[in-house]
């Protein structure tokens, strides 16, 4: 059986540790977290899997006030499923689910393919910030 080494193994006082009930709380406190270090005048870069349309919303009404640039970034199937057996700390399958629920709910600015080199699509992100960022229709 696959054992998970990214979820703590832990305890609560009331019992075994949920992640269906901290997971709600524990992605609000992020998008939050991303709020407040932004808000403190720091560039913020986040990677993140939006798994719901609510998610999708929670995350625009934490960054409301914030001009934001938001990245999607693609990846064939192929790719993904290769990338999931070669990390060895996956659940087989888990790639495969993840692809039929990314980018179903999100709105992006740019649009890039992670199996191109990071170097090419961190130029072309940056490319296209800038010329949205030269043209005031940063959001």
């Given at each position: ?18 992640w269906?009930?901290?997971?709600p709380?524990?992605?609000?406190g ?28 929670q ?5 409301k006030?914030?001009d ?5 970034v ?32 999100s ?29 005031g229709?940063?959001?």
């Open positions: 059986m696959f054992k998970s080494t990214v979820l703590p193994s832990r305890r609560d006082v009331n019992g075994p540790f949920s269906s009930q901290m997971k709380v524990l992605i609000e992020f998008f939050n977290c991303l709020a407040g270090m932004a808000n403190a005048g720091n560039n913020v870069v986040a990677d993140y899997i939006i798994e719901s349309e609510n998610q999708f919303l995350l625009r009404k934490a960054l006030s914030i934001v640039f938001f990245v999607g693609h990846c064939p199937l192929r790719t993904l499923k290769d990338r999931e057996k070669m990390r060895e700390d996956r659940n087989i399958g888990d790639a495969e689910k993840d692809f039929a629920i990314v980018h179903r709910f709105e992006y600015d740019f649009e890039v393919d992670s199996s191109y080199p990071p170097e090419e699509n961190a130029r072309q992100i940056l490319a296209a910030w800038m010329m949205k960022s030269d043209s229709v940063l959001r």
